[in-house]
C-alpha cells in the first residue's frame, strides 16, 4: 500500500465535495500563494469516492451535522474565521 499526499484547491463557498481515494486522511487546510488548499494522505490504488465538507464560520450556527473538523482559515487578516468540516455521507 503506497501513500502519497495530494492537494486539493477549496473555494470558499457554502459546500463542497471532492473525489478522494477510498480512506485518504486530511492532513491540514491552510493557504498557499494567496489560494486556500486541502492536503490528504491517499492510497492511489483505492477506490474514489465522494467527500463532503462545509466551511462554518466562528459563532455561525449550522444545522448541518458535522464530523471532523479540516482546518481552520483567516480571511481578511483575521477580521473572518472560517472552519472547514466534514460532512458524513
Known amino acids: ?3 502519497v499526499v495530494w492537494k486539493y484547491p477549496v473555494p ?3 459546500s463542497l465535495s471532492f473525489k478522494m ?3 485518504a ?3 491540514d487546510v491552510a493557504r498557499q500563494h494567496g489560494d486556500v488548499q486541502l492536503w490528504a494522505l491517499v492510497d492511489p490504488g483505492e477506490e474514489m ?3 463532503t465538507f462545509m466551511w462554518l464560520g466562528t459563532g455561525h450556527v449550522t444545522d448541518v451535522p458535522v464530523t471532523r473538523h479540516a482546518g ?3 480571511v481578511d487578516d483575521g477580521a ?3 472552519h472547514l468540516f466534514e460532512v458524513p455521507a
Open 12 to 14: 470558499l463557498g457554502p
Open 49 to 51: 469516492e465522494t467527500r
Open 72 to 74: 481552520t482559515i483567516m
Open 21 to 23: 481515494p477510498r480512506g
Open 80 to 82: 473572518f474565521v472560517f
Open 1 to 3: 500500500m503506497t501513500k
Open 25 to 27: 486522511e486530511v492532513l
